[in-house]
């Protein structure tokens, strides 16, 4: 994550959010807790949109089971932000993505996240191979 | 506030709000918290692109007195939520919007919301006069 | 709403609730929406708990047809917020609830609101009566 | 982070933080974003009662420069979370936490994160050292 920085075009898939005005905390900018919220939309709509598939409704699922971010600049309401998206590991039943978060003119991101789904099943949550629905739409992700 | 129900078209300004992940409860549907968030974002990103000022950085500036809303269809990720801004009331010290919430095909409002703002100064909150670059903003939106 | 104002002692429910960093924003107090965060943690908390039972796994459950709040102090971090809670209407199939926010030595609330559930069922949402065990621990609450 | 699991005792301060309805998402449980506003507010309310500050009109605040969380187990509304807190570095001009958030019987926990805050100045946000009062507040939390 972050060795080397990449600009928008270093990702095959940039998605568009809005920012919020409650995303702002006392500092002025965006609370770091949202970024995470950034990744988690930027994925999920991804995967909904590519597959054309509800994948709540999946039986076969991904929790997430680790994060990170590193916070480089400041984002600010109300530009939209971008968030571009690969996965650096597509395992068996696990999915590594890295995620950048972009705004302005700046080419640089202002934060580089990873953001690990493992797949699970039903509600005791059992282990289970990546849906290939969803293989699918993240090989073409991969780099 | 909902006595008739407008359509898109009823409405002077129309902003685009993208849905998230995290906005989902436990019901599979926008949780009711988050459209107030919805409210929040349109009339704040409203006031700051159509004066072209940062209005966190004036002396004057708008605290929220009164929400309220009428929930009438689901909300859910991944599609963008449009909110149509209208005002019902431009006072001396005090703004009333009427907001309407859209998605996808509907023609009627997901949810109908009523927020008020009085503008104070300072650290004190003092009420004061709505400032002159905000009011010619507004005064288009009246109706 | 709000006619008379009623401390601490008028609610026969008086829940805890812990603050935020993130609840604040540019401002410096906790941002409007985050006060129907509280309304809902109340009412559901208080229900989970009164119940003895997960009401997420029930056939019939509540969706939020109308919310509404006047604000009439700030909240701020990290001082608990305590919800006052009391049931103005014990419909059929609705219930209307009064909250009121209190924070440190006021005697007089932050904030009052008005919060709509309506039972319904499935995904379908069909309108239902409320459920039995919940009609139970909302009796005492009627005032 | 997390080589060796600690159990509540292993952390020098426990802060509890109570859990809401809007926690949890469509998987029904606390979604992954959320543990970081537990995280934020464990650090930032821990700092403004032990120093009596309000840490908010400091000339020198902490930003955040990097975080991470392991998930291990589910939290779920509306238990309270216990928040274990410990500084693994303070630096000249940052403070690196170890945090771990419990719930309910478990002696293990459910989630163990990495907070970083380095120490700015005013609106250019230039690095600056640990304000004093807040360095004597976290010297006992090192280990």
């Not at 571009?84 to 039943?93: E, P, Q």
Request: hydrophobic fraction near 40%.
């Amino acid at each position: 994550m972050g060795e080397q920085t990449r600009t928008r075009h270093g990702y095959p898939v940039v998605r568009t959010i809005s920012t919020r005005w409650e995303d702002e905390d006392v500092y002025g900018h965006v609370n770091n807790v949202v970024y995470y919220s950034y990744f988690d939309t930027a994925v999920n709509g991804y995967l909904i949109e590519a597959t054309g598939t509800d994948i709540r409704r999946l039986d076969a699922y991904g929790v997430v089971a680790e994060t990170g971010c590193q916070f480089r600049r400041e984002l600010r309401f109300p530009l939209d932000v971008e968030a571009g998206l690969k996965v650096t590991k597509l395992g068996r039943s696990s999915v590594v993505y890295e995620i950048a978060l972009f705004q302005g003119d700046h080419a640089e991101p202002a934060a580089v996240g990873r953001f690990v789904h493992v797949y699970v099943t039903g509600a005791e949550r059992a282990v289970t191979p990546v849906p290939e629905l969803i293989r699918e739409v993240l090989e073409p992700l991969v780099g």
